[in-house]
């Protein structure tokens, strides 16, 4: 029951499904027994429930998984479980609680600091300071980022961040490199197969153009809501 569960999830969330994928990643939780597992299985309901826009439950899911990757001493697991609880708080835009969950995965991993789960941590680190305008920390810190995640190879990452500083460099008033960073991370989430991050350079993209050409910048939102709608997001 537990291995057709999860291929049903799978195939809920292929075909954009999410709330589907997470009521079967649910019932999977019920008929498994490993912590590993178990805690697997809270990620991926965690990322069902972000992307069906259920925030508080994705925040159920990760913060479960974080507490069963301490119990087993999966340091790396737990950074990567942290770094998804800080995403989902900023999607839902709670970015005070976003910020204390940063702040203490950061120092309880600091001899991790380096390591690409510390880095992609980082990378919402930039984000959190985005909110806050902190803009030329956002953009301090996304360069650090940049770097270790280019030397990791860490694509993901890279694009996810090259969005954020651009954005930032955006915010100071330096519109024509900001959208030139984010039409780069854009570029490479398209080229690395990641629609979601493709879909957040359009959303920043027609923030930005729409503070020169309000045409432009409703054609990019217009752009970013029919690629939601294509992906299940909400």
Known sequence: ARVALKGAAERAAALGAWGQS???LRQALS???????????HVRAGDAG???GDHGEANDEYRAA???YRALGDEMADLTASMLIAR?????????AAHVVLREALERHRDRAGDPAYVALEGQLARAHFFTDALTEAISVSDRVLDRAEHHNLVEVLAYTLITKG??????????EGLMLIGGGADIAGSAGLPGTVLRAAIN?????ALDSQRIGLESSRAAIALARRLGLR
Do not use: P, Q
């Open 205 to 209: 993209r027609g923030f930005a153009e």
């Open 50 to 52: 972000s992307r069906s």
């Open 22 to 24: 997470h009521r079967y």
């Open 88 to 96: 989902n708080l900023l999607d839902a835009y709670d970015t005070d």
């Open 31 to 41: 008929v498994t027994t490993s912590d590993a597992e178990r805690a697997e299985l």
């Open 66 to 68: 974080s507490a069963l």
């Open 167 to 176: 954005t930032a460099l955006v915010g100071l008033g330096r519109a024509r």
